[in-house]
């Protein structure tokens, strides 16, 4: 028997950006993972109104946007695996590349976040679909020679790093808990937010900001109740928002008052977004406190788009538990018939 991947389920290879067929093996997961992620939404949703602003579609070079970072009025994004290793410069209102800035000495197996602090810009390379990378890393780089570049290229520093309590390094699609695609820098260090395809739980890592070579152990665990795919610190505010889905239901989660690093102490609350087109929400960054860009990877769904949002909003959210249960039951009823 095989069934075909419907766009509300999340292919461990490429997100929702192409149709795949899937094995009878991995039938029974999926059925699992439906039934389970149904049961969470029905105990636990909010979800916003028509509140999140679409700014435009992206530069078709910039398909897989990933990471995003606004930086001295400056939106800045990469594409996830297999593209230069390059940084792109957007234009805010029609989405259009202004400036591309290549990373020397850099490689891009799989970026999927970018943060920056007062001195550096830091790029995630973390992707690790299958669990079974060995070679993960954050490239460093200077602010200032980003800003003044040079025939836009400039050099780059490493932070390798492992997992302290990955043992097993097996490929484990649609199953690993050490994919990574959100990573802020706060305080010190920079701390990175796993993608758990297992569990749907996120474990957060502090990572030092110096270059070197350093085993990473996790220092809290949040339960967003799908994949995380993106992260932005808002220091004034004192504020984290993660970007995520589940199926075809991208959400946010916000995570205020919180004191040192245990983020999961703070006051939680999570939205899904009512987005039209790519629901495969993987770039988030913050403007000012009251307002975040987003960007979506371009699929079948739709082209890859920005869009922005005002936290103010979100206190105006009104629950829809029902509609999207009811998608998702019907998703799944339907996966059983036609299977």
Request: proline share 3%; with cysteine.
């Amino acid at each position: 028997m095989e069934i075909e991947l419907q766009s509300f389920i999340t292919c461990p290879e490429c997100g929702f950006s192409k149709e795949e067929t899937m094995p009878t093996d991995a039938c029974q997961f999926y059925y699992k993972h439906l039934i389970i992620s149904a049961v969470l939404l029905i105990s636990s949703l909010s979800c916003i109104g028509q509140h999140i602003t679409r700014v435009s579609s992206l530069d078709k070079s910039i398909l897989e946007t990933s990471g995003l970072i606004f930086l001295n009025q400056r939106l800045i994004t990469h594409n996830d695996s297999g593209d230069e290793p390059a940084l792109y410069e957007i234009d805010t209102s029609s989405g259009s590349i202004i400036r591309k800035v290549i990373l020397k000495n850099a490689v891009n197996t799989d970026w999927e976040d970018i943060c920056y602090d007062s001195t550096y810009i830091y790029v995630g390379d973390f992707g690790n679909n299958y669990g079974n990378r060995k070679n993960l890393k954050i490239y460093r780089l200077l602010i200032s020679d980003y800003l003044s570049a040079e025939n836009d290229s400039i050099d780059t520093e490493q932070i390798n790093f492992s997992y302290a309590d990955q043992k097993d390094f097996s490929p484990n699609p649609f199953y690993t808990n050490y994919d990574t695609e959100a990573i802020i820098s706060y305080n010190d260090s920079l701390y990175i937010f796993t993608k758990n395809w297992g569990d749907n739980l996120t474990y957060i890592y502090s990572c030092p900001k110096e270059p070197g070579t350093y085993e990473l152990f996790y220092v809290d665990i949040l339960n967003p109740k799908g994949l995380v795919t993106g992260a932005a610190y808002d220091q004034a505010a004192n504020t984290i928002i993660l970007s995520g889905y589940i199926f075809s239901f991208p959400f946010l989660v916000e995570i205020k008052d919180f004191t040192s690093h245990q983020f999961s102490n703070g006051n939680i609350k999570r939205y899904f977004l009512p987005i039209q087109g790519s629901t495969q929400i993987e770039g988030i960054a913050v403007i000012n406190s009251n307002r975040y860009f987003i960007s979506s990877e371009g699929n079948k769904q739709g082209a890859s788009t920005l869009y922005s949002f005002q936290t103010s909003a979100l206190s105006d959210m009104k629950p829809r538990e029902k509609q999207v249960c009811s998608t998702i039951l019907i998703h799944l009823l339907s996966m059983v018939k036609n299977s």
